[in-house]
Nanobody, 115 residues
């Protein structure tokens, strides 16, 4: 499975973006979906997790503003980002994992929040 990330861009504070990670094959066997971000000079940060049958979890810094989701029919996972802040600026990566240790990464998409 290959993942193609999209949806990043330049947005003003308070704006919204929806990131997508489209898989080249079925994601029905995926049980963990993650979105990470990495800002320049900072460590990679886990932003959101979606577990099949277990719900979603978010970093405190994005809770209430970001929503992780997936669409099996479209083989795509999403990160809806609202009320964006300057500190949300980073490269965002999706990561999918199946129950047998398989893991796949998207290539990353740049999000820049600037006035």
């Amino acid at each position: 499975v290959q993942l193609q990330a999209s949806g990043g861009g330049l947005v003003q504070p308070g704006g919204s973006l929806r990131l997508s990670c489209a898989a080249s094959g079925s994601i029905s066997s995926i049980n963990f979906i993650y979105w990470y971000r990495q800002a320049p000079g900072k460590q990679r940060e886990l932003v959101a997790t979606l577990t099949r049958g277990g719900g979603a979890d978010y970093a405190d810094s994005v809770k209430g503003r970001f929503t992780i989701s997936e669409n099996d029919a479209k083989n795509t996972v999403y990160l809806q980002m609202n009320s964006l802040k300057l500190e949300d600026t980073a490269v965002y990566h999706c990561n999918l994992q199946n129950p047998w240790g398989g893991t796949w990464w998207g290539q990353g998409t740049q999000v820049t929040v600037s006035s």
